[in-house]
C-alpha cells in the first residue's frame, strides 16, 4: 500500500514540475506590447477638481509609465458622481479589456455608455498594476468611456489608462542578431623562436603550417629529417627564383600559429 501511495505522489509531483515548466517557458522571451489601445494618445475630457472641464494631457495614455495624471479627489456634487476622466468615441466601439496603472487601487470605477449617454456597464477594478484585464463580460456599443474615483482625501494619480477592443498577445522577444563570422583567408602567421631568441616568421597557408607541426611532432616522436624548408615565398625575395629557410629541429624553442 505504501509503495503505490508512493507511485502516485510522485506522477502528481512529476505532472506539477511538467506544468509549472511548461508555464515559465511560456513566460520566457515574451513580452506584451500595450500599444494599439482605443485611447492611445488621446485626450481625455477631466470632469471635477480644479481642472475641471479642460481636456488633460496625453499623460495617461502615452504608454510610459514613468508619466502620470491628478484626478482631484472626489467632493459630493448635485449629480453624485464621481471625481472622473472620459473619452466619446466617434463611433461605438466594442470593449473587451482595460488596462490600469494607478498609485492605489481602491474606489474606481471604469463606466461605459452608449450613445445616448445611457451607463451600459459599470466595473468596480481592483487590478491597478498596469497589467492587461478582461473585462468580466464584453461590453458592446460603447461611445462612452470614464474612470471615476470616490476617495474624498487625495487625488487619484493615474500612470496608465486604455481600453481595447482586441486582446494583446504576446510576442517573443526577437533573437539578436549573430556576429558576421569574419571570412577566413586559410592563412597564418608562423614564428618561430630559435633558442637563440631569434624570431623567424613566415606568411604561409595553413596547409604549409599544418606541414611544418607534422614535420615538427614527428621529429618529436624520434623520427624525420634534422631540419624542415620554410619557403619565404615573396618575402624579401629579389632576383632570386626562390628562398627557403632551413630551421634545425633542436634549436626551436618554440613556435606560434596566428591564422587570419
Same mark, same amino acid.
Given at each position: ?25 511560456? !513566460?520566457?522571451?515574451? *513580452? ?14 477631466? %470632469? ?8 488633460? &494631457?496625453?499623460?495617461?495614455? &502615452? ?11 472626489? *467632493? ?21 479589456? @482595460? ?10 470605477? #471604469? ?6 449617454? #445611457?451607463? #451600459?456597464? +459599470?466595473?468596480?477594478? !481592483? ?19 470614464s474612470l471615476a474615483h470616490s476617495d474624498t482625501t487625495q487625488p ?7 481600453? @481595447? ?18 571570412? !577566413? ?10 633558442? *637563440? ?14 606541414s611544418f607541426i607534422d614535420w615538427y611532432e614527428t621529429k618529436q616522436?624520434? %623520427?624525420?629529417?634534422? %631540419? @624542415? ?7 624579401? +625575395?629579389?632576383?632570386?627564383? %626562390? +628562398?627557403k629557410d632551413y630551421v634545425l629541429f633542436d634549436r626551436i624553442l *618554440? ?6
Amino acid at each position: 500500500m505504501k509503495t503505490t501511495l508512493f507511485k502516485k505522489a510522485g506522477l502528481l509531483i512529476a505532472a506539477f514540475m511538467l506544468v509549472a515548466s511548461l508555464v515559465s517557458n511560456a !513566460s520566457v522571451g515574451a *513580452t506584451v506590447d500595450y500599444s494599439g489601445g482605443l485611447l492611445d494618445g488621446k485626450k481625455l475630457f477631466n %470632469s471635477g477638481g480644479p481642472t475641471n472641464g479642460v481636456l488633460t &494631457d496625453t499623460e495617461m495614455t &502615452d504608454n510610459n509609465e514613468s508619466t502620470s495624471f491628478l484626478i482631484a479627489k472626489y *467632493t459630493q456634487g448635485p449629480s453624485g458622481t464621481f471625481d472622473h476622466v472620459n473619452y466619446d468615441f466617434t463611433t461605438p466601439q466594442t470593449l473587451k479589456a @482595460y488596462r490600469l496603472k494607478t498609485d492605489r487601487s481602491n474606489g474606481i470605477v #471604469i463606466e461605459l455608455y452608449d450613445n445616448a449617454g #445611457i451607463k #451600459i456597464k +459599470r466595473f468596480d477594478i !481592483s487590478t491597478t498594476d498596469g497589467s492587461l484585464v478582461e473585462f468580466p463580460e464584453i461590453a458592446t456599443g460603447v461611445s462612452k468611456v470614464s474612470l471615476a474615483h470616490s476617495d474624498t482625501t487625495q487625488p487619484l494619480k493615474v500612470y496608465e489608462f486604455n481600453v @481595447y477592443d482586441q486582446i494583446p498577445t504576446p510576442q517573443p522577444e526577437p533573437e539578436p542578431e549573430p556576429e558576421p563570422e569574419q571570412p !577566413s583567408s586559410n592563412r597564418a602567421i608562423l614564428v618561430v623562436t630559435m633558442n *637563440t631568441g631569434l624570431e623567424k616568421e613566415f606568411d604561409l597557408s595553413m596547409q604549409e603550417v599544418n606541414s611544418f607541426i607534422d614535420w615538427y611532432e614527428t621529429k618529436q616522436a624520434g %623520427s624525420g629529417k634534422a %631540419s @624542415y624548408a620554410i619557403d619565404k615565398h615573396d618575402n624579401n +625575395r629579389g632576383p632570386f627564383k %626562390s +628562398r627557403k629557410d632551413y630551421v634545425l629541429f633542436d634549436r626551436i624553442l *618554440t613556435f606560434e600559429v596566428s591564422e587570419y
